[in-house]
């Protein structure tokens, strides 16, 4: 046996025989660059206390691998497609990792802005690679219990970053959160090249180059605009990237309407269970991400956790992206995917819901059901959804949609940081100017302290400090006048400091439940539309749909092929999935 696999895997004559092992690297792919995200949040602090970050600089730290991640899905997805889906995702680590290194060692906000946009261009290279190897090696039969456990590698990975960056802050400097990378990403390379077949296109038919650049204008743009107006205001910046992506999106439309071989066909959209299902995806992430968002800065620095125990508390939410892994497993195909995703997100809204009922004197026990129903609900939908969008496209462009699912993943998670985050921001900010009305709390300081809920405490320990400075004096003071006046300045400043502390706790909680209900409005809402869309099972009897079955899926594959006079190789790749039990 070779050490390095290098028989394609559309040449095989039957399913890949350690195909559950090329799922585990490519798990172990995704968990990585979807960690990078959430690990940050709680590496945050210390990032800011040793660079000196502002919080703009500390948004583009966040979000500076978020705008290549977005952006160049689409055309990578079509690279690796076309020349080597396994070569996409080899390249992905090595640059991912590089990026680790190199935002390690980055002693500058500038510097490490650059490594998270190094390693949002590898996780560009490895998302779709991931899902596409998956729907490439795995039969039809077996591929939705795959993206299932996809799925739920992608959930966990949501609760595991904070906890695996808490445990590391506990020794170790936040550098620690960008190294950690590195050896995953090592061992997933060279999983990739022991255990993941090579893949790509059966076809040789050219790049839609100019397609392509089109979708990295705009989405770019979408998700550049999304991150600056919210945040920073809706200056000539704002502006001028929504008018870049909304000029970019109509060129890209019609162009892709005129080519003859587009990046992506744009007429899928027209139908609807793939329509409903990057819907349901994008809605999703929105919620999740913005939940996220919120709910570790409360634990945090409201509720008091550290990094590690901040984590730790946020496990009850991967545990349940299991279980629901596991119940829409069993329910898809008894019932559909309609009423299981559905199911998820009408959960996804009842966990919102509930987390419009914290308060000031809130603790963890509030948050643990709230957390369990999102995680259910992640689990019951999100793979179905992802399953009806790969088996939407043919085997060579499978890459293409990997990319379209997540890039609904990413312009979803990114307008939730947004909207919520900046309603969040807002909604505290006025919540602390009422809670201090009174206090002749001096402009500016309350002006500090709106900014953040970590401004917010440092400035309640700020008054702290100058109390207990006061009260060292009163100690030290010869003249018992002098020392009465000193103390009783340091108990007023005292009060004042444990006043300040309450109404930033309180205000910020009343924040939180009040984006909670937005954000709980707009997931509703947003299942009503999913649900029209959605076809049901009787709806999608009588005819067929591309990708929900093995007949279907050979007729799209037939038809690419033909596009590509390449019909003889996509009927073999058909035979290959239609195999009799046996020869699996």
């Not at 966040?62 to 079509?78: F, N």
């Not at 500058?108 to 991931?130: E, F, K, N, Y």
């Not at 602390?432 to 300081?445: F, V, Y």
Request: proline share 4%; charged share 15%.
């Amino acid at each position: 046996m070779r050490l390095v696999i290098t028989e394609p895997v559309e040449r095989m004559e039957g399913p890949y025989r350690r195909r559950w092992w090329a799922l585990l690297v490519l798990c172990l792919s995704l968990l990585i660059i979807v960690m990078a995200n959430t690990a940050l949040t709680v590496a945050a602090p210390a990032m800011t206390h040793d660079l000196g970050l502002s919080s703009a600089d500390l948004q583009w730290v966040i979000d500076g691998y978020t705008v290549p991640y977005a952006a160049l899905m689409l055309l990578l997805g079509a690279i690796g497609d076309k020349y080597s889906r396994r070569g996409a995702l080899i390249l992905g680590l090595l640059v991912f990792g590089g990026g680790a290194v190199f935002g390690s060692l980055a002693g500058s906000s500038a510097a490490v802005i650059a490594a998270r946009a190094v390693m949002g261009v590898g996780a560009a290279l490895i998302m779709p690679a991931t899902l596409s190897l998956l729907a490439a090696t795995f039969p039809r039969a077996e591929r939705a219990k795959a993206i299932t456990l996809w799925t739920a590698t992608a959930g966990l990975a949501i609760a595991a970053g904070p906890l695996v960056a808490g445990a590391l802050l506990q020794n170790h400097g936040w550098s620690s959160t960008f190294l950690i990378n590195v050896p995953v990403a090592a061992a997933a390379l060279v999983g990739a090249l022991v255990l993941v077949p090579p893949s790509k296109a059966d076809h040789h038919d050219p790049i839609d180059h100019v397609g392509g650049a089109l979708s990295v204008a705009w989405i770019g743009a979408l998700v550049y605009m999304i991150i600056q107006g919210p945040h920073f205001g809706w200056g000539p910046k704002a502006i001028t990237a929504a008018a870049v992506a909304g000029a970019g999106l109509l060129a890209f439309v019609l162009w892709e309407l005129r080519h003859p071989r587009p990046v992506i066909d744009v007429r899928r959209f027209a139908d609807r269970r793939f329509a409903g299902s990057n819907l349901a995806v994008a809605l999703f992430f929105l919620a999740v991400f913005g939940a996220f968002y919120y709910l570790t800065q409360h634990l945090q620095f409201v509720l008091g956790y550290s990094a590690l125990d901040t984590g730790l508390r946020m496990l009850p939410l991967a545990g349940a992206v299991f279980v629901g892994s596991a119940l829409t497993g069993y329910l898809t195909p008894r019932v559909g995917m309609k009423w299981t995703v559905g199911a998820g997100m009408v959960g996804g809204t009842a966990a919102l819901a509930l987390l419009t009922r914290v308060d000031g004197g809130s603790g963890y026990g509030d948050f643990v059901v709230p957390l369990v129903a999102l995680g259910l609900a992640i689990g019951l939908a999100l793979s179905p959804c992802t399953d009806a969008i790969m088996g939407s496209f043919p085997e060579a462009e499978l890459g293409v949609g990997g990319a379209v699912n997540d890039t609904s993943l990413e312009l979803g998670g990114s307008l939730g940081i947004a909207i919520l985050g900046s309603l969040l921001g807002t909604s505290y900010a006025d919540h602390l100017a009422d809670a201090t009305a009174g206090s002749k709390l001096p402009p500016g300081t309350l002006a500090t302290a709106q900014d953040s809920v970590g401004a917010g405490y440092a400035v309640a320990q700020g008054i702290g400090d100058k109390a207990r400075h006061l009260a060292e004096q009163a100690a030290a003071a010869g003249d018992p006048q002098q020392a009465a006046q000193l103390k009783q300045q340091a108990d007023q400043l005292a009060a004042g400091a444990g006043r300040m502390a309450d109404a930033v706790g309180s205000s910020f909680s009343d924040a939180v439940a009040h984006t909670s209900l937005v954000g709980a409005v707009i997931l509703g809402a947003g299942t009503l539309l999913v649900a029209v869309l959605l076809p049901s099972r009787s709806q999608r009897s009588g005819k067929s749909t591309a990708g929900t079955d093995t007949e279907t899926e050979a007729g799209t594959r037939s038809e690419a092929g033909t596009r590509s006079d390449a019909g003889a190789r996509s009927e073999a790749g058909a035979e290959r999935e239609s195999a009799p039990s046996s020869a699996r």
